[in-house]
T-cell receptor, first 111, second 112 residues
Framework: NAGVMQNPRHLVRRRGQEARLRCSPM?????VYWYRQLPEEGLKFMVY????????ESGMPKERFSAEFPKEGPSILRIQQVVRGDSAAYFC?????????FGPGTRLTVL | DAKTTQPPSMDCAEGRAANLPCNHS???????VYWYRQIHSQGPQYIIH???NNETNEMASLIITEDRKSSTLILPHATLRDTAVYYC?????????????FGQGTTLQVKP
């Protein structure tokens, strides 16, 4: 059973461009979480999704950020009009119930 | 979810047991204690979780005090690869499948 997969592993964008981060959960996991880790800071929760539903988006910035977890395919975290402050590591986790299993992360650099 | 308190850093000699403490004095009856770790800049790794009984798996043991106000994660034979930031997180009740709130954790340095 492959682990949580995230791609790309590294993403470079210029200010104002869009960033799309993909997360494929472990087989059989229906819960997906996104977390962000700014440089030299701790992990912060962003959003929790189940298939086709957003359950908790209390950690998501109100503008420019969106997330989805369609019936088929990976979960997508989308950042529109990126700014330098969006540079961070974005981690996805999937869960069957209690424990969350994390992917390797996508490191976004905004120039 | 209850707040947790951990020492910011600890050292451990390679081959010895590493005992990482966590205080969670405001934990409620239906909340679980979870431990994760993050090695360098990798994704966090689940270690173990428990409610009130002590738990053991292939990675570690979790000892929870009888009043549940504190716990200790034990790595029985620490290796250099166990050097990481260790996070103690309390979560549960109706939000067993909810978000994890990461604090600053304990940076464990395993030394040869």
């Amino acid at each position: 059973n492959a682990g949580v997969m995230q791609n790309p592993r590294h993403l470079v964008r210029r200010r104002g461009q869009e960033a799309r981060l993909r997360c494929s959960p472990m087989k059989g996991h229906s819960h997906v979480y996104w977390y962000r880790q700014l440089p030299e800071e701790g992990l912060k929760f962003m959003v929790y999704l189940q298939k086709e539903n957003i359950i908790d988006e209390s950690g998501m910035p109100k503008e420019r950020f969106s997330a989805e977890f369609p019936k088929e395919g990976p979960s997508i975290l989308r950042i529109q009009q990126v700014v330098r402050g969006d540079s961070a590591a974005y981690f996805c986790a999937s869960s069957p119930s209690h424990e969350q299993f994390f992917g390797p992360g996508t490191r976004l650099t905004v120039l | 979810d209850a707040k947790t308190t951990q020492p910011p850093s600890m050292d451990c000699a390679e081959g010895r047991a590493a005992n990482l403490p966590c205080n969670h004095s405001t934990i409620s009856g239906n909340e679980y204690v979870y431990w994760y770790r993050q090695i360098h800049s990798q994704g966090p790794q689940y270690i173990i979780h428990g409610l009130k009984n002590n738990e053991t798996n292939e990675m570690a043991s979790l000892i929870i005090t009888e009043d549940r106000k504190s716990s200790t994660l034990i790595l029985p034979h620490a290796t250099l690869r166990d050097t990481a930031v260790y996070y103690c997180i309390v979560r549960g009740g109706s939000s067993n499948t909810g978000k994890l709130i990461f604090g600053q954790g304990t940076t464990l340095q395993v030394k040869p």
